[in-house]
């Protein structure tokens, strides 16, 4: 059975834009070589089990069986490109993916690479593996363009309609095709003038964001060290109509996009550009914010004659995004794991996260959130889930740290 479009890899990436496509009336075909994932159980995935429902029965199928891909119109690449421990990318499964839809590719195929990479991966990096493996040249016998994906999960104002798609195609032709196909479900592409163009600005924009959370990070330890209140300056700064865009400090900087240096996305062999200071002090500043959260947690607990060895400790809201069930790169982790070697007693609470562990052993679930804060030495609030009456938590709660600026003012400790 032929499709309009394969979505290769249902993860973060791949299913929102399946969502987006069979809305739009695309026969769409999901592979992924995870049977498991392919089967797609809709729990702490990008989509709820709900819309996984709405999804298939509005005729999306999935498939673990590679010769499905031999009849697609497009194919996009949404595998998962994760950042090692040296903080190098792992191009791994997209390799695989580009190896497994090469050996399938018939001419006239459109493929695009929605996986987050470093400038130049379309080039050289995929390039090579689809026409070696098919026998097919890019740009002329098929089409090859880069749209890096923009997709926020949770966000409520920007969806996939109305939200521009950047395209960068490896020949005009091929920009002109991955056009054709987005407009289709976008209300507007933005042309760049390549595919390292189109890579280059979701590398600016995902460091963008990175940058300006440091900022905002430094700005919460200066303020609370000078006894200055970050919420309210925040508040008075954001009325300048130009010159500034708000952003909130927070435990940590979680999500599936991380802030990277060119030279960490650069495949051995290649020459890297100058290094990017600012994107690597903003990691390191990201970085140790759940380290400043247990000092604030220790200071706390010490002002009220208590110590953390032995506390019990609440963590409220563990993912690393309201609303959301994901826990990918979630700063909570950290604070758990930092807050378990100094021996005190966790316990933690979130509506999308039914079982949780660290360092193997399972947390405890509190069962009833008010009763668990009014037990709790300390209760820190991690994410700030809908879900929570912030005013009613502070009243129940012995002692509250607010990480992320939430809770009515003077009801909480503040980062």
Known sequence: MSADLAVIGLGHLGLPLAQAATAAGLTTLGYDPDPQVAALPGSGGPLSATEVRRLLAAGFRTTADPADLGRVRTAVLCSPTPLGADRTLDLSALAEAARTLAARLRPHTTVI??????????????????????????????????????????????????????????????????????????????????????????????????????????????CHEIGVDLWDVIRCAETKPFGFQSFRPGPGVGGHAAPIDPNHRTPQGSSPGAPLRLV?????????????????????????????????????????????????????????????????????????????????????????????????????????????????????????????????????HRL
């Open 113 to 222: 690479l929605e996986s987050a990479g470093y400038p130049g991966t379309t080039e050289k990096f995929l390039r090579p593996l689809l026409e070696t493996g098919s026998g097919l040249t890019a740009g002329r016998d098929f089409h090859l363009a880069c749209s890096p994906t923009r997709h926020d999960p949770g966000n409520r104002t920007h969806r996939y309609r109305n939200t521009p798609k950047v395209i960068g195609g490896l020949t005009p032709a091929c920009t002109e095709a991955a056009a054709a196909f987005y407009s289709r479900l976008t209300d507007k592409v933005v042309r760049a003038r390549g595919p390292r163009e189109a890579e280059t600005a979701n590398l600016l924009e995902t460091n963008y964001r990175h940058i300006n959370i440091a900022l905002m990070n430094e700005m919460a330890v200066y």
């Open 280 to 412: 690597e002090l903003a990691q390191e500043i990201n970085g140790r914010m759940p380290t400043y959260v247990i000092q604030r947690c220790t200071t706390l607990l010490n002002e009220h004659g208590k110590s953390a060895r032995g506390a019990r400790i609440l963590l409220l809201g563990i993912t690393y995004k309201p609303d959301l069930a994901d826990l990918a790169g979630t700063p909570a982790a950290e604070v758990a794991a930092r807050l378990s070697d100094l021996g005190a007693h966790l316990t933690y609470h979130d509506p999308y996260v039914p079982h949780w562990e660290i360092h193997g052993r399972p947390v405890p679930r509190a069962d009833s959130l008010y009763e668990a804060a009014a037990t709790a030495d300390l209760t820190v609030l991690l994410q700030p889930h809908r879900t929570y009456d912030l005013q009613g938590l502070a009243v129940k709660a012995q002692l509250l740290l607010d990480t992320r600026g939430a809770t009515p003012t003077g009801a909480a």
